[in-house]
């Protein structure tokens, strides 16, 4: 079991920055694959960032050229990091692990981009 807990939420303006970092309970490895998705209110959950297991990274065609993953598997962590902030962007974001057949969420960090 790894309990996964995001932080670095909160209000922007249109155009500012966050970095969202998840901290895992336990050791995140380089065979795992880690990501973020988002659910807006009353929208399907997306996936907007996955590094795999080979250290490639695939994002979500609204995110791309804006948002960055990364992982610190020493310190247990990945990380996003999201520029250039658009209002569409507000929403829970969740970071993920997963391990062969298995995967684990965090509860999620509330982003809301304002004015």
């Known amino acids: 079991q790894v309990q996964l807990v995001e932080s670095g939420g909160g209000l922007v303006q249109p155009g500012g920055s966050l970095r969202l970092s998840c901290a895992a309970s336990r050791s995140i490895f380089s065979t795992d694959a880690v990501g973020w998705s988002r659910q807006a209110p009353g929208k399907q959950r997306e996936r907007v960032a996955t590094m795999s297991t080979s250290g490639s990274s695939l994002y979500a065609n609204s995110v791309k050229g804006r948002f960055t993953i990364s992982r610190d598997n020493a310190k247990n962590s990945v990380f996003l990091q999201m520029n250039n902030l658009k209002p569409e962007d507000t929403a829970v974001y969740y970071c993920?692990?997963?391990?062969?057949?298995?995967?684990?969420w965090g509860q999620g960090t509330q982003v809301t981009v304002s004015s």
């Open positions: 993920y692990v997963a391990r062969g057949t298995l995967s684990w």
